[in-house]
Structures are given as structure tokens and as C-alpha cells.
């Protein structure tokens, strides 16, 4: 057999399982309170539910158009209007993809070139390395630094070079849970203007944010003609397991997202787009409440991280508090999370891997709230009496 590794996997060395799925698998084998993986504990909506049993009960099993469901397809365009005041057609710009993860993948295909470089803001998901390396690209971070991170606008300019094709925006951030604010925002709307760049914002935290409101980048001024955008039902309406996403964009950039679609997963959930569509018109108090109640989620881990002694850094959106456990005597935040669930009966996520440069994360660890109160009671307790 040849001894030459299949191409993909030199491009991708080091990204091996993901850290969320191997620390998830490491929680669950030592019984521990799960504060790693990002999912929720709750059930969607029983509007929701109900809607995807009915269109499972009533004949809707097989392939939906490639390109998502037409009353999802409103839905998600309307939904955009609601929130964003932006109108997209749902026939020629609105795509449903396998999740945003398929999204930020067709995404990149759909408009890389090999050699071109994509710019990321550091720490940074890691579909948008893999996904970038996938399509041929090399990622170029610009580092967001604690413990505001903002976006360091001569760092963007510099790094932003002949090659860079696209940026990927993510707000409300995972993992550091900032939100993007105006000044940011400007920031990269007018490097993007400037230098013919493509922006590709991945908002699945849209509705997740606790101070100020979400912006969206393609709302800037010339920016709705070359951005990518992409949002999720995973974390708005608690099913990640539904996989729904979803790209709105303008036509020439739908037409490529579209065709990379098609030939990763071609279709997928029918009767979950169903569901979704419902979802989607939920009346906005839904919306409120689920901030809300994740407001009172986070305040509440955070205060139990900090009375361990971790330095808690401020959580505007998402679903994570960000903490450097450095200040608790710890400099490698992935020994630290690997030894968690067996000592402690913890999971939480290690965020070197989210650096380019590992070192720039260390001892930097994320941990979800995105559970219920009495869990993350549970969790807090036996933090503390590990560590407080
Ligand atoms: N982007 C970010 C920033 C995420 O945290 C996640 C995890 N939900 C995804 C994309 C993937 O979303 P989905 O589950 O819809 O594929
Ligand atoms: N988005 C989730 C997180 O950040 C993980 C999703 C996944 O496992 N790929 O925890």
C-alpha cells in the first residue's frame, strides 16, 4: 500500500477528532456534569416538536428541494426582516444547509480559489481552519485579545493582502462570548469595501446576547452584496441534533453556496425544515425569553467560576464564559480539561486549539451554560470543591 497520506489529511494534520466531540466523549465515560460541547439540556419548544412529529407522521420523509423547503425558506427570509430590517428573496437568497457547520464549509468553497488566504478572527471556531484548509485556502488570523476583544483595526488592515479573498466574522463569538460593536464592525465592513473582500459572518448566537443589541455586518453600508450570511436553529431553538441552517446572500454568491450544497449533503431534514419554519415565527417575546433565561445561566456559572479562583472574563452573547485558569496555578489548558471530568466531574473545553498559534490560547478554558440551573449548580459545586 502506498505510504503516502491521502491529501486531506496532510492539509488537515492536527485536526483529528474535534476538541468538542473528544470532550464530550471524555464527560460522559466519567460521569461527569457536561459543561463542554455546546448543546442544550432542554428540548425545543413543544410548538416545535409537535410540528416535526406531525410532518413526520404526515409524509414528509423523503428528499426536500436542494435548496430547503419553500415555507422555511420564507420563513428564514422573513426572519431576517424581523430581526435585521433586510429583505432577501427566498428563491434566489436563501439556501438551508446541514447546519451552519455545512454552511461555513459550502461558504468557503463556494468562494475560495486554492492559495487564497481567509482571514479569521483568533481564537477562532474550528470549522473556519478546516473549512478554509478543505477549500485550498490558508487561514490568516487577527487576534482578539482579552479582555475586551475588540478587533485591532491596523492588525486587520495589515494582515487583510493581495490574496485574501474572505473574511469570516463570528458574533456573538465562540468562545470568548464578545459581541462585535459598531466600531468593529466598521472596522471590517470598510477593509472589506476597500480591498474587494468577501465577508462571511457566521451569527448562529444571534439571539444569545445579553448586552446591546446583535448587529449584523451585511447591514453595514455595501456590504448585503458581499457577504455570506449564516445563522443555525441549533442554539436558538435548543436542537443542534436537528442540523438546519441556513446562508442568506446575494444570487451570484447563492448560486455557488448552492452548488457546493449539492454535492456535500444535497438535502437534508425535511421534516425538521417543517418544524423550523414554525419555529422561526415564534412571536418575539420567545426571543426575549431565551436571552433572558441564559442571561441568569451565565451570571450564575460565572460567579461560581470566579469563587474558584479562575479569572472570569465578561460574557456579552453566546453560549460560554471564557475563563484563564492560569490564575488558579495552571498553564495548559488542555491537560487541564483532559484531567477535569475523571478528577473533578467537570467537562469544559480547552481553547489553544481555537489559535492558530497554540500558544496564544493557553490556559484559556471555556465552559457552556447552556444548561439547566440545578446543572449548572451541580457543576459549580463540585468545582468548588476542587478548587475554591
Ligand atoms: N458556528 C459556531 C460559532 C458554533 O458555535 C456552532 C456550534 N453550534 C456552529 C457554527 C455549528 O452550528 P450547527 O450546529 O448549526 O452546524
Ligand atoms: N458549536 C459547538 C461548540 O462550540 C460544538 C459543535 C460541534 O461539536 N462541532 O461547543
Known sequence: MSDRLPCLTSRLQGFGTTIFAEMSALAAAHDAVNLSQGFSDVDPPEAITEAAVAAIRGGRNQYAPGIGVAALRQAIAAHRQRFHGQAYDPDDEVTVTAGATEAVCAALQAVCEVGDDVVVLEPAYDAYLAGARMAGAVPRPVTLRPPDFRVDAAELAEVVGPRTRAIVVNSPHNPTG????????????????????LAITDEVYEHLVYSGPHRSLASRAGMRERTVVISSAAKTFSATGWKIGWVCAPPALTTAVRIAKQFMTFTNGTPFQDAIAVGLGLDDGFFVELAESHRVRRDQLAAGLSSCGFDVMATHGSYFVLTDVTSAGYDDDVAFCRDLPAKVGVGAVPCSGFYTDPRRGRGLVRFAFCKRGEVIAEAVKRLQAAFA
Request: hydrophobic residues 50%; glycine residues 4%.
Open 178 to 197: 464578545a459581541v462585535l460593536g459598531d466600531d468593529d464592525l466598521e472596522a471590517i465592513a470598510a477593509v472589506c469595501r476597500e480591498r474587494d473582500v
